[in-house]
């Protein structure tokens, strides 16, 4: 008995700080969440690029779900002997088109490119009642793996699978379908970022702003912000009838070579950001961080590096 009452009276500390720690969570909840997730909802405020059609390649409208209808370009190298295939993941707002510039080196080097603008975004049929965010949905994962089931059906298909390149969101796509053990060989990202990792400062950020007192928002823990940001996915998930997809959830499944590029003044989704992904991945794998370069600046900021980089990993694991 008076050994029970013991470690009772050793645990009372640790139980009241739980008890505080988890008050303070459903009072920073209750007077804060809401208008984390009304931010979390917000778009981005960086131009995002487009392109202008080009009459040398397949304009392609590919069946999906439903009698919806995906918009996609494939673009034949102009090289004497192919040497793979390229899918390319569009980021957040881009459309098909925008492909070129990143694609251009890897198509002089041999590869044909196939690209395409999942539901909702540039000319592609919507999906009804729902609104894309620059956060990657389950609905745009079954577009991604429709596209890679159309590339890879063609009649001059690559028996050995393909590549995928992507940027942002389509980065992220791009290791949804390797990590799910589609038939893609190599990957190489351009502004990945995890969903509840990239939540999960910014919780602190946000908190921070609406309140100045430092015993709320400087000393909880990482754990704590995570758990504010896990709720407040819920709710959006809730609202919205979606499901996003968390990379960093089966980032461990990844054993794909993996390059990642991450610019190094990206201040929406910090270099670290991307590493809490990269870290988890399995397979051979670089994080190159490109001196400057704001999210998706990489390539205006490296130049030809950025294109020589791209296509190098490509030729040591797709030849």
Request: proline share 7%.
């Amino acid at each position: 008995m008076k050994t029970a009452f013991g470690l009772f009276l050793l645990a009372l500390p640790l139980l009241l700080v739980a008890g505080s720690v988890l008050s303070l969570y459903w009072i920073v909840r209750r007077q804060f969440l809401w208008q984390l997730v009304r931010i979390f909802q917000e778009k981005p405020l960086f131009v995002i690029p487009r392109g202008e059609p080009d009459a040398a390649a397949e304009d392609l409208s590919i069946p999906t779900v439903g009698r919806a209808v995906m918009k996609g370009a494939y673009f034949k190298t102009p090289a004497t002997a192919r040497t793979g295939v390229i899918v390319f993941g569009i980021e957040y707002g881009s459309d098909r088109w925008s492909c070129r510039p990143y694609c251009e080196a890897l198509s002089l080097a041999g590869y044909d490119i196939f690209t395409y603008e999942p539901r909702g975004q540039g000319t592609s049929d919507p999906i009804p009642g729902y609104e894309p965010l620059q956060w990657l949905a389950e609905c745009e994962i079954a577009d991604a793996e429709t596209a890679l089931a159309y590339v890879t059906a063609r009649p001059d298909a690559d028996p050995r699978g393909v590549g995928w390149f992507g940027v942002s969101k389509g980065a992220n796509a791009g290791l949804a379908m390797a990590a799910m053990g589609k038939p893609v060989r190599a990957v190489a990202t351009d502004g990945a970022f995890g969903l509840i990792t990239t939540m999960t400062p910014y919780m602190r950020h946000w908190v921070r702003i609406y309140n100045k007192n430092f015993l709320v928002h400087g000393l909880l823990p990482t754990w704590f912000y995570a758990a504010l940001a896990r709720a407040g996915l819920g709710m959006v998930e809730r609202e919205r009838k979606v499901r996003f997809f968390r990379p960093e959830k089966i980032a461990g499944q990844m054993d794909r070579p993996l390059l990642m590029i991450h610019g190094e003044a990206d201040s929406y989704i910090k270099p670290e950001m991307g590493r809490a992904v990269f870290n988890r991945a399995r397979g051979p794998k670089e994080f190159w961080v490109v001196p400057k370069a704001r999210h998706n600046q990489a390539l205006a900021t490296a130049g030809a590096e950025y294109a020589d980089k791209v296509t190098a990993f490509f030729d040591q694991h797709m030849r």
